[in-house]
């Protein structure tokens, strides 16, 4: 219902192989375009993606309402969210950056301006960690950035 109140029908850029994802990724794109905060997205999924649709929801959904978060406390000029995913020697590789101001951390993990653990980036990392994946999180010159990596299972033909 959110995401038809928030997108016209035939809005839907994306073709990543899901289509939940696909409409996920749309209502961010309107999302960031009412915060004037531009919005790239190269992403399509390996067929042998190993994560469960709702796996795939939890993953981007958490990872794009923080880097939106991030974008709109940003105190750059021009603020923006940046999504890439590409299958590269086994693995499928994932990178989303946005401006942001400083951030801490505590054992790798970002925390919220107030200083507490955010619920969203400890479900990336167990759904990359649940899947032998692995993930870093960093910030540098008002760039915040998650990096993350999934082993894909041989396909059998």
């Given at each position: 219902r959110q995401y038809d109140s928030e997108n016209?029908?035939?809005?839907?850029?994306y073709r990543t192989g899901s289509a939940a994802l696909d409409a996920?990724?749309?209502m961010y794109l309107s999302r960031f375009e009412k915060q004037n905060i531009a919005f790239e997205c190269r992403l399509a999924?390996?067929?042998?993606f190993p994560l469960s649709e709702n796996e795939i929801i939890a993953l981007?959904?958490?990872g794009l309402e923080n880097a939106l978060n991030g974008a709109m406390l940003s105190q750059?000029?021009?603020?923006?969210v940046s999504l890439w995913g590409r299958e590269e020697k086994g693995f499928y590789t994932l990178t989303l950056t946005n401006s942001a101001k400083a951030i801490?951390?505590?054992d790798g993990l970002p925390l919220r301006p107030n200083?507490?653990?955010g619920i969203g980036t400890h479900d990336i990392a167990g759904i990359l960690s649940d899947h032998q994946g692995?993930?870093?999180f960093s910030f540098q010159k008002d760039v915040f950035t998650f990096e993350g990596a999934l082993p894909l299972p041989l396909s059998h033909e």
């Open positions: 016209a029908p035939a809005k839907k850029p996920l990724l749309a999924l390996a067929p042998n981007f959904a958490n750059v000029d021009k603020p923006f801490v951390f505590k200083g507490s653990e692995f993930y870093s």
